[in-house]
């Protein structure tokens, strides 16, 4: 068991080394002290802007433990430590995950809320999925582009989380908690463009690369607007007096769902390097940013695929 930890361990060494493009054991120590800074900055503002976001704060430290709770992985953990110790090492996993969670919740003094989380913890790694459905989930996407469809499928039932949380903002009468649910909706889209299509799909485009962007923009936005059109609806109709605060951050949020597209093509079909990861990171604090960073981006884009493109 204590192999596998140390497996576990090299390995996230060794992304973090490919993130970085640099082995210097200081370097990566570094990159995750910012991460944890970021995650304790995005929490105080989640707390901040949102009431009673200890609850939505639990949910989302047992969707990331939930996550490794999958049935190949359970089999495979199984198999090599038998089950005895597989529970043991999901408990453990389990808790690395919650505590950066847990220290935020002690600074805040929720008590209740981290024995709860405890709890489910807990018991989320003493359960199994004992069955995998293979269900193909539609799509209200074409084909093209692929991030939607591939995206939409793994992530639907957090769209269904995101609209309940505007609902309920709605009935509660809690407008922060309805712009919470659209910011969420965003960041899903962005993890879309997470995932590199082959570069044969690339190049049966047959498109020159400037045409290639502007279509995989025009498309994104269309998609996009699909996903966010009945929530936007609904909310609109309830706070009609913050039309132009619900405005100005949609449109903000399609200019960085902009950027996170064109940030996948300036070194694809290469993963994105540090440098351009902190470019991303820091407009999100400084949203003027993107007048020079979705530029650069594109530029970067459109010379990289030329070799991809005809």
């Known amino acids: ?8 361990y090299t390995m996230l060494l060794r992304k973090m080394a490919d993130l970085s493009t640099n ?18 900055i995005l929490s105080s503002l989640l707390f901040k802007w949102i009431e009673h976001a200890v609850y939505i704060y639990i949910i989302i430290s047992l969707f990331l433990s939930s996550s490794l709770n999958k049935v190949n992985r359970n089999d495979f953990l ?18 690395m ?16 809320p981290i024995i709860i989380l405890l709890i489910f913890s807990m018991i989320i790694a003493t359960t199994n999925r004992k069955t995998s459905y293979n269900i193909v989930i539609p799509t209200p996407f074409y084909s093209r582009p692929f991030e939607f469809t591939i995206g939409f499928r793994n992530s639907y039932y957090l769209i269904i ?7 309920i903002g709605i009935k509660v009468n809690n407008f922060g908690l309805c712009i919470f649910s659209i910011i969420t909706i965003f960041l899903i889209m962005m993890s879309y463009f997470l995932h590199r299509e082959n570069e044969y799909f690339v190049w049966t485009y047959n498109l020159q690369p400037l045409k290639f962007l502007l279509f995989k923009i025009k498309t994104t936005v269309i998609n996009a607007t699909f996903l966010l059109l009945p929530i936007i609806i609904f909310i609109t109709a309830f706070f009609f007096t913050k039309i132009i605060v619900l405005s100005l951050l949609v449109f903000l949020g399609y200019f960085y769902l902009i950027m996170v597209l064109l ?8 993963d994105l390097d540090m440098k351009n990861t902190f470019i991303i990171i820091f407009s999100f604090y400084v949203p003027l940013m993107l007048i020079v960073v979705i530029p650069l981006f594109f530029r970067q884009a459109l010379v990289n695929l030329r070799s991809h493109l005809v």
């Open 78 to 95: 199984k198999m090599s430590f038998g089950k005895r110790n597989s529970i043991k090492i999901r408990m453990i996993e389990n808790m």
């Open 1 to 8: 068991m204590n192999g596998y930890f140390k497996l576990q």
């Open 23 to 40: 082995d210097n054991p200081l370097i990566n120590l570094l990159h995750l002290l910012f991460f944890l800074f970021l995650f304790f």
């Open 263 to 270: 940030s996948k093509y300036t070194l694809y079909p290469n």
């Open 97 to 112: 995950i919650s505590i950066p969670f847990i220290i935020f919740l002690c600074f805040k003094m929720e008590l209740i």
């Open 161 to 167: 989380f995101a609209y309940l949380l505007a609902f």
